[in-house]
């Protein structure tokens, strides 16, 4: 099976730096984005060379500079976050009026600051997990309750409702000045590494109980991993990968993609699915550059935010199974089989176990504190009961990919 890693396995290092020297980063990631099957030097120079000429026929009435955190041409097609469709669109929709320049690979910022350094200037547009984010704008703690989305349907659900305007996208634009463009959506879990390669496939949150597991920047999944005696450990995205190979911790508490696009697979034996709060890799950028566009811009990047939100949706989903291995059966050739990486998926009585020992509907008191923050800074919502209300609107079982797209700014 060809999977989206192999596509640019002809393309060096070396390679890369002399077309990004010749064409730039962006034109260069673009074009990549756009073949199909492998890609060799030849092709990808040609396509970068046209990309360019492309992007470059006209003069910009407005250049950004876009953080996108670690982000390149190549984990891209692992985790599909839809940073460089959303350039592209944008680009072209504007007929070059507004021009992105894409930063990854962590050389301008990196997961727990591409949100300052937005709200400080120093780039414009980011790419990073709101929990990692929270950090520096803790709002977005508001989309970590445990056990608040019962499914990635229910995310990208929230994700297109009006009322996600109401209690995510105002108050984060208010308190921080961030407006929150595009999300990919998973739940996170516990990937367990080496040291858990020839134990028996975990079935319950009891089994793991008393590890040490790495934490990102949330305040709220903390919360929640102390109730289930995970013991959550800060630990920079940047340097998990070492922690799990020394040994210093026994798992990471984040998503399955995650894992596969930042080379984790080799470290990591078992994928335990708790599913038990958010796993949200957003892109957003400055509100007060997006409220200095004119208003046929405005509506420029609010069309091509949507359009990426509906490809991100069904070619996240795509990727889990084609080119991650996150189900079961796992299909072969993907990045788990490769690495022997085992996906516990547990059943619903064992998610309800875990539910039942850590989420505000049953274990309130640990939650009070910040749900009050976050209520007063949404301006009064009960922000939990809101977002968990909206997430059961839609049945259960319900697919992702099944979840009906709307203009969550212009819906009724």
Request: proline share 4%.
């Amino acid at each position: 099976m060809f999977t989206a890693s192999d596509k640019l396995k002809g393309i060096s290092r070396r390679d890369l730096l002399r077309l990004t020297g010749q064409f730039g980063i962006t034109s260069t990631l673009i074009a990549a984005g756009g073949l199909t099957g492998t890609v060799t030097f030849a092709r990808l120079a040609e396509a970068a060379n046209s990309t360019y000429k492309k992007r470059f026929a006209t003069k910009p009435k407005v250049t950004w500079k876009f953080g996108a955190a670690g982000f390149n041409a190549r984990n891209l097609l692992i985790e599909r976050a839809g940073c460089l469709q959303f350039v592209n669109d944008l680009e072209e929709r504007t007929d070059g009026a507004i021009r992105i320049e894409f930063i990854g690979s962590n050389q301008i910022c990196g997961q727990l600051n591409c949100v300052k350094k937005t709200q400080q200037g120093i780039v414009d547009l980011y790419a990073a997990s709101t929990q990692n984010s929270a950090g520096g704008a803790p709002y977005l703690n508001v989309l970590d309750y445990a056990y608040m989305f019962p499914s990635r349907a229910s995310q990208y659900y929230f994700l297109y409702h009006p009322g996600s305007q109401k209690v995510l996208r105002d108050p984060l634009r208010k308190r921080h000045g961030i407006h929150f463009l595009f999300s990919h959506a998973e739940l996170r879990g516990i990937q367990l590494g080496l040291k858990w390669k020839d134990k028996p496939l975990v079935k319950s949150v009891k089994d793991i109980a008393g590890t040490k597991n790495r934490v990102t920047g949330t305040q709220l999944g903390r919360i929640a991993m102390k109730l289930m005696n995970l013991n959550p450990t800060p630990i920079a995205w940047e340097e998990t990968l070492d922690g799990l190979k020394q040994g210093l911790i026994d798992g990471a508490e984040t998503w399955a993609a995650a894992v596969a696009y930042a080379n984790m697979s080799p470290v990591v034996a078992q994928s335990v699915n708790l599913a038990f709060f958010c796993g949200t890799e957003h892109t957003a950028m400055s509100a007060r550059k997006f409220d200095a566009l004119p208003g046929e811009l405005q509506d420029a990047v609010m069309e091509s935010a949507y359009l990426t939100q509906v490809h991100v949706q069904a070619a996240n989903e795509a990727s889990l199974v084609n080119t991650v291995g996150f189900s079961e059966p796992q299909l072969p050739n993907t990045l788990f089989a490769k690495h022997g990486v085992r996906v516990a998926m547990l059943t619903d009585a064992a998610r309800r176990e875990a539910e039942e020992m850590c989420s505000p509907e049953f274990v309130p008191g640990p939650w009070e504190k910040w749900r009050e923050r976050l209520n007063k800074w949404s301006g009064g919502l009960d922000t939990y009961k809101f977002i968990y209300d909206i997430a059961r609107e839609i049945p259960k079982d319900t697919l992702a990919e099944n979840v009906e797209p709307r203009r969550w700014w212009k819906s009724a």
